[in-house]
């Protein structure tokens, strides 16, 4: 290698002079310990040195690179500009560029363009000049720079959407940033604001009482919060606010202050406005029909003359600061508080409930109460309106025990109609029945005598009788048997239910009945055993007649307490709006009887049908 003398001007401003084989020497050396990407480049562009840093940003070995122009690792965008650059500084070899310093991008070996910073310094090597360029990845500073100043965007624009008013200031209480919120509420535009002092942005009657708070949380380093600072705004008008004052603390030392502002104007207003007008209406309350308590923290605060009188006592001192369990029932005051903590803590809870009171003297009372929550002087309280029930009590008392004896009634007076029935029918069969037959005997004897007189005509004619006779005795027991069939009486309901629904489908043999008995004959009272009876024979005549089913299920079952029959068929069905009231029964004679006997029995009557898909009765009684 032919030796060359170098002669590199460095920022320190001394010559360091050495031959190429220097590269691999001291200066060598150097650039091998440095972080930073160093190369030399001759006065012809080309690179003839390139450390390791250099290698880590643009990815080419020593190999790869020396030798190559400098062009190498400039992108196609940046040619122009930095070959100008490049000729400026070989046009003026002389001139000793001494540490400049600049931006610009990089490309590396992988075709990716990265950002670098440069500093340069121009020497020679012989006669040539040459430049030393210390290169820096500046990428990932960018990159973060570029992610600090998105995150300030994004928390600069969710603090300019809030409606709270924000500010805040440094360790020499100058404001340098503030959110729309607050230029609304100073009626300053922002840059009004920033970069002034916070005594500056106040009127000073109200800065006074704020500055208070805001030292206050300046010397304890706590947040401070403050209620109802009245400020004066530009429009000369009185505005409130409420909000915290929360110190920036650093290493334990004041750095500044987050100041918070929400306007409780209104708010504010509505206090006053309560304030003046709680003397009349204290009068109001006093002379309530109801009684009115105000509970805080449970215990009573207020309570109306009313509420006194109701319980027994005579001074409010008896009751005010007393837990609000004072008056109730201890079966009821589990219940109530939890209403209350439910209530308190903005959870759903009942606004009316009754409960059972107790009165000074020790008795009970029954008490409806209406309950809400509010805020009075700045604090959660309970408003309740309480009413004495306990003549109402007694009232729904009286009529329930009127309902129940008239439901004993109404179940003797079906009882006195079957027993009626029995005699109608015993009468039925004893009399006209055997009245019939004599007649019938008679008819026969009259008969064989025409026949020896040879009277054809009458002979035909009493034959006509005879069957006409045998006709109204069928008809008679069919009567008979429909007033009140024996077989209740003797086998019971559930032998009659396998009976009917033989005799039913007899008569429409293209009715297919399917029975589901989950009772025993001794479960079934004898009072229900008629009336279910009836129940079933007249849903199974509707089918029949409406319906036009091909299938019905009957089920009598014991459920729990109960008996439950239950007929189903899968007819046409009809539509239940058409029976949506008491008065939409009338004509519907089979249905308004199915209902009187199963209520005045004691039972639940249900029916449901769904055009198209069939009708289902149900009664149930509880044993």
């Known amino acids: 290698m032919k030796a060359e003398k ?12 050495q031959n190429h084989t220097v590269f691999t020497g001291v200066l060598g050396l150097l650039a091998e310990t440095s972080p930073d990407a160093t190369m030399l480049v001759n006065g012809r562009g080309i690179i003839i040195l390139w450390n390791t840093a250099a290698e880590k940003i643009f990815g080419y070995s020593r190999e790869d690179i020396i030798g190559k122009p400098v062009t190498v690792v400039v992108p196609d965008e940046c040619m122009d500009n930095d070959r100008k650059e490049f000729e400026r500084l070989l046009s003026s070899p002389r001139q000793r560029v001494v540490g400049r310093r600049f931006e610009t991008s990089a490309l590396r070996k992988d075709g990716r363009v990265i950002s670098v910073g440069v500093s340069l310094s121009v020497g020679t090597a012989g006669e040539e000049p040459c430049y030393c360029g210390v290169i820096r990845d500046l990428s990932e500073e960018k990159e973060t720079a570029e992610q600090l100043d998105g995150i300030k965007k994004f928390y600069g624009s969710i603090l300019d959407s809030i409606v709270t008013g924000v500010l805040v200031t440094d360790e020499k209480d100058i404001i340098f940033h503030v959110n729309s919120c607050t230029s609304r509420i100073m009626a300053f535009p922002k840059h009004f604001i920033l970069g002034k002092k916070i005594i500056d942005t106040f009127p000073k009657a109200s800065f006074d009482v704020f500055n208070a708070h805001y030292q206050k949380a300046k010397e304890s380093l706590v947040p401070v919060r403050f209620s109802t600072l009245k400020v004066d705004t530009r429009q000369k008008d009185h505005r409130y606010f409420s909000g915290w004052v929360v110190p920036r603390v650093n290493d334990g030392i004041f750095s500044g202050m987050i100041c918070t502002f929400a306007e409780v104007t209104q708010r504010k207003q509505v206090e006053d406005m309560l304030t003046e007008s709680e003397e009349r209406y204290r009068t109001a309350i006093e002379h309530s029909n109801d009684g009115i308590a105000i509970l805080k923290n449970n215990q009573y605060l207020y309570v109306n003359k009313k509420f006194r009188d109701m319980f027994g006592y005579t001074n409010c001192s008896d009751i005010v600061g007393c837990p609000g369990t004072k008056v109730i029932h201890p079966d009821d005051r589990e219940r109530l508080y939890a209403y209350h903590f439910a209530r308190y803590n903005a959870r759903p809870a009942p606004p009316r409930y009754e409960f059972t009171g107790i009165k000074k003297d020790g008795s009970a009372i029954q008490i409806e109460v209406s309950a809400t929550m509010t805020t009075y002087k700045e604090e959660k309280v309970s408003i309740i309106f309480l ?23 109404s179940n003797n007076l079906v009882a006195v109609e079957e027993e009626v029935r029995k005699r109608i029918a015993a009468e039925l069969h004893d009399g006209i029945g055997q009245s019939l037959t004599a007649m019938k005997y008679i008819v026969e004897n009259t008969v064989n005598l025409i026949g020896k007189g040879h009277t054809e005509a009458g002979v035909n004619l009493l034959k006509n009788l005879i069957n006409t006779i045998r006709d109204t005795i069928a008809e008679v027991r069919r009567i008979t048997v429909f007033l009140r069939p024996a077989i209740i009486d003797q086998l019971g309901i559930i032998a009659t239910i396998s009976w009917y629904c033989r005799e039913f489908q007899k008569v429409y043999e293209n009715i297919q009945i399917h029975t589901d008995i989950g009772v025993e004959e001794g479960l079934v009272p004898d009072r229900l055993k008629y009336v279910i009876y009836r129940v079933l024979q007249e849903a199974l005549t509707n089918t029949a007649k409406h319906s036009n089913a091909e299938y019905v299920n009957i089920s009598l079952v014991k459920r729990d307490t109960m008996i439950e029959l239950s007929v189903k068929d899968y007819g046409s069905g009809f539509d239940m709006k058409k029976y949506s009231s008491a008065d939409s029964y009338i004509g519907a004679f089979g249905l308004i009887s199915m209902r009187e006997r199963v209520e005045l029995s004691g039972g639940t009557f249900i029916l449901s049908a769904v055009r198209g898909e069939g009708t289902l009765v149900r009664a149930h009684w509880n044993m």
């Open 6 to 17: 170098i002669h590199v001007q460095t920022k320190q401003g001394f010559d360091v002079y």
């Open 387 to 409: 009413r004495d029930i306990t003549q109402r009590k007694k009232a729904e008392h009286n009529l329930l025990e009127s309902e129940k004896q008239l439901r004993i009634y």
